[in-house]
T-cell receptor
């Protein structure tokens, strides 16, 4: 079946540091890829997505590029802020079946 | 625009009891999802509906879990009887179109279930 593997956390960074959270996947066909974020005390919300190879999703300074050759969708941000502290989930939708699969999440803490 | 509503927010029961969760999706959203999120893990899809039909329920433990979406709007998820390992947050999400369209899923706040 489909699977998503994220780098283990927690990740602790200082404000303005560069962020990378690794995500790799296995899936049949050509899945669509997503990053969701869960801020403390809030529900899951979509951060960005990419629906085909070489697409780059971006939002709020975060970026991720759909790399089919390495089956990866790493999340990056050039300069993190304290307000970026949250749990980040990588996910895919198998477009053959419309079924969602999530990674286990990576907790990011940004210190001032 | 109102978001996805879920109730109750918290529930504590003893093992072998039954429990039900309710979800009201965003108005007009055709697809509704139920996920189980165990502490420290990502959400696991239990069942998804398109309108009032089941699209996928391959990961729903059907001996104890059931779900319905009457009239293609609200949905309920039931566990009977509950086991200790059912302790988790149950998330409801909805999306505008078919799951094959990969529309954005909007999540509710979840129901935190503790089974003692």
């Amino acid at each position: 079946g489909d699977s998503v593997t994220q780098m283990e956390g927690p990740v602790t960074l200082s404000e303005e540091a560069f962020l990378t959270i690794n995500c790799t996947y296995t899936a049949t066909g050509y899945p669509s890829l997503f990053w969701y974020v869960q801020y403390p005390g809030e529900g899951l919300q979509l951060l960005l997505k990419a629906t085909k190879a070489d697409d780059k999703g971006s939002n709020k300074g975060f970026e991720a590029t759909y790399r089919k050759e390495t089956t990866s969708f790493h999340l990056e941000k050039g300069s993190v802020q304290v307000s970026d502290s949250a749990v980040y989930f990588c996910a895919l939708i198998n477009t053959n079946a419309g079924k969602s699969t999530f990674g286990d999440g990576t907790t990011l803490t940004v210190k001032p | 625009e109102a978001g996805v509503a879920q109730s109750p927010r918290y529930k504590i029961i003893e093992k072998r009891q039954s429990v039900a969760f309710w979800c009201n999706p965003i108005s007009g959203h055709a697809t509704l999802y139920w996920y189980q999120q165990i502490l420290g893990q990502g959400p696991k899809l239990l069942i998804q509906f398109q309108n009032n039909g089941v699209v996928d329920d391959s990961q729903l433990p059907k001996d104890r879990f059931s779900a319905e979406r009457l009239k293609g709007v609200d949905s309920t998820l039931k566990i009977q009887p509950a086991k200790l390992e059912d302790s988790a947050v149950y998330l409801c999400a909805s999306s505008l179109g078919s799951p094959l369209r990969t529309d954005t899923q909007y999540f509710g706040p979840g129901t935190r279930l503790t089974v003692l």
